[in-house]
């Protein structure tokens, strides 16, 4: 590693370039946050007192007691608990489920919460706590959002879960309020938080924060709607903080290659631009040879980027990542993230389509989406493909099994690579073994490509999980999980199994790919791109096709690189499907 290695941009990567780009509310947030800790948090029972009957939720390590939830809804009140990192509840009025739109005069209270997640009765002492607060939201058909933090949420984690929220259940984004009742209770003002003005976000300061506060359902609330989200570098926090990659991650390594230099020139979009409408930033597409433009469909807005000129019809890559109006900055975030798929468009192979909400169903939208690009567009058909990061990955494995004779192939990008049990897992991230035979049924390409050395140390599935940074999630922690998740791959994949024995002997394997990812493979290939090794194996299904390719990225954490993008494309690009029949065809 040369640490001098200079290229333009470089400064981003600087430990506080990026604090200018973040909300005015985060000190108040990490006051909250602080004083919560020390002197409101709801604390552990002992282990004898603790109720232990219920409905665990592996994903949020909560236990939810059924008849408080059956009683709440009775009351208005629907309950959703989750996780984000951090655990978050929502309590949202049994009316508003199912509307469209994010315009109604629903208001949604923002709760920010201190618990020890020991006692997995967290969620339901939350609910005891704020009982008040909750009987006046269901009389008032108001939305509370409680996000869960065990330590200080030092990476203002509570701005994702919200954003997640806002789409989930279609909350007012003009009508959102933080509780400070935590400022009161501890005798200050707002004027004694340090660093706190009530301004925008480009610093510009709205109104006295101290005449703001109103009470909305019993309690003391500011209202932050336009001032809670971020315009910073969704990169940057992924290859920066250390909770993205495991122990053997190193990212002065990465910040100094051609890696570095390529993202870097990709987060510049997002540090000089507040919008993905401005007009200099749509004038930066057009001199790439795109074009950029903007639709909406049942209030959901999509995005796409095409070449102006295509002299035939061409393939759609379909990319589920957010691109909603509430955050205007978000679809930057996005063109930042698979700025490279951009470029692809630009050079005239593809058009990309950019969607995603927060629900399986609601992803179904993008089916009639794609009805409206082939009207505006000239698509082919037969060359649709499917692509996502993280939960967006498996977003789009889930509309790619809802809609199989519509996908020519599908890309996973950053997810394990094999099919979790549904036993360590919940909500969205299930895959029953009937999910698995009705993706078996089709015959679909797949590549999965993900980090050598993400967080969640996925590799190698030949033994347990190496490099266990603290908190590590425990769905692929053992090598019987692990084995087991492979497995369950080679079943959705139309693939011949594996048993545990030939897993566990790659360990030994005088293959050099097939020991570092363990996992027994017809072919594989070391390809080096950006001054980095990228790890490829590919297997043959039962007809004797190499239809299912997992790829591992050398020294790479959870995010997204250009060269991740071109393995994926290369290998989605050799793929389409028979209109009439529903076959995949090899191009």
């Not at 333009?8 to 973040?22: A, C, F, I």
């Not at 992924?238 to 002065?252: E, F, H, Q, V």
Request: aromatic fraction near 10%; charge should be negative.
């Amino acid at each position: 590693m040369n640490t001098q290695y200079s290229y333009r941009y470089k400064e981003l990567w600087g430990d506080n370039v990026w604090d200018t780009r973040q909300s005015s509310l985060i000190p108040l947030a990490r006051w909250i946050d602080d004083e919560n800790i020390h002197k409101h948090r709801i604390n552990a029972k002992p282990v004898a007192e603790r109720r232990t009957e219920g409905e665990f939720d592996p994903k949020a390590g909560a236990l939810t007691y059924p008849e408080v939830v059956e009683a709440w809804e009775k009351k208005g009140l629907h309950y959703h608990c989750t996780s984000m990192t951090l655990p978050w509840i929502a309590m949202v009025p049994v009316d508003h489920l199912g509307k469209e739109g994010y315009t109604d005069d629903m208001d949604t209270i923002l709760v920010l919460v201190n618990a020890d997640q020991e006692d997995t009765n967290f969620g339901m002492y939350t609910l005891e706590r704020y009982k008040d607060l909750l009987e006046s939201a269901a009389e008032t058909k108001s939305a509370v959002l409680f996000v869960i933090s065990d330590k200080p949420d030092l990476v203002n984690q509570y701005i994702s879960i919200t954003q997640e929220a806002v789409i989930l259940f279609h909350l007012n984004y003009d009508r959102l309020f933080l509780d400070i009742s935590t400022v009161l209770q501890g005798k200050r003002t707002l004027r004694d938080i340090e660093g706190f003005s009530y301004s925008d976000l480009n610093g510009k300061i709205i109104y006295d924060p101290d005449t703001a506060i109103v009470e909305k359902c019993g309690a003391p609330v500011i209202d932050i709607s336009q001032r809670w989200t971020n315009k910073d570098s969704l990169i940057w926090k992924l290859i920066k903080k250390s909770g993205a990659g495991n122990t053997a991650y190193d990212r002065d390594a990465l910040m100094n290659s051609e890696v570095g230099k390529k993202l870097a020139e990709a987060m510049n979009l997002e540090f000089i631009y507040d919008s993905a409408d401005d007009p200099e930033l749509l004038k930066y597409w057009e001199r790439m040879g795109v074009t950029c433009e903007f639709h909406e469909k049942k209030g959901e807005q999509w995005i796409t980027f095409s070449p102006p000129q295509a002299s035939k019809p061409l393939p759609c890559m379909c990319i589920f990542h957010e691109v909603n109006r509430f955050d205007p900055h978000q679809a930057i975030t996005a063109f930042s993230f698979f700025h490279e798929f951009i470029r692809i468009a630009a050079q005239g192979e593809c058009i990309v389509l950019f969607f995603a909400l927060e629900s399986l169903d609601d992803n179904d939208l993008l089916h009639e989406i794609l009805k409206d690009a082939r009207n505006l567009y000239s698509i082919d058909s037969s060359r649709i493909y499917v692509t996502g990061h993280s939960h967006n990955g498996r977003f789009a494995a889930e509309y790619m099994r809802r809609h199989q004779k519509e996908i020519a192939a599908l890309a996973t990008l950053g997810n394990e690579p094999g099919q979790l049990s549904p036993a360590v897992t919940s909500g969205f991230f299930q895959i029953s073994d009937e999910k698995l035979d009705q993706q078996a049924s089709v015959d679909t390409p797949t590549i999965n490509v993900s980090g050598f050395n993400e967080r969640n140390s996925m590799f190698p599935l030949s033994g347990d999980a190496p490099y266990v940074p603290e908190g590590q999630w425990v769905a692929l922690n053992t090598f019987e999980k692990r084995s087991d998740s492979w497995q369950r791959r080679l079943r959705s994949s139309r693939c011949p199994n594996r048993s545990i024995e030939e897993i566990a002997a790659t360990k030994e394997s005088s293959d050099y790919v097939e020991r570092l990812l363990g996992i027994p493979a017809d072919r594989t290939e070391v390809l080096t791109l950006d001054g980095s090794e990228n790890y490829i194996a590919d297997i043959k299904n039962k007809e004797g096709k190499h239809h299912l390719r997992i790829a591992a990225l050398g020294n790479m954490p959870h995010t997204v690189t250009p060269a991740m993008i071109k393995i994926a494309w290369s290998y989605l690009r050799q793929f389409a499907r028979d209109q009439e029949t529903g076959e995949c065809i090899e191009l």
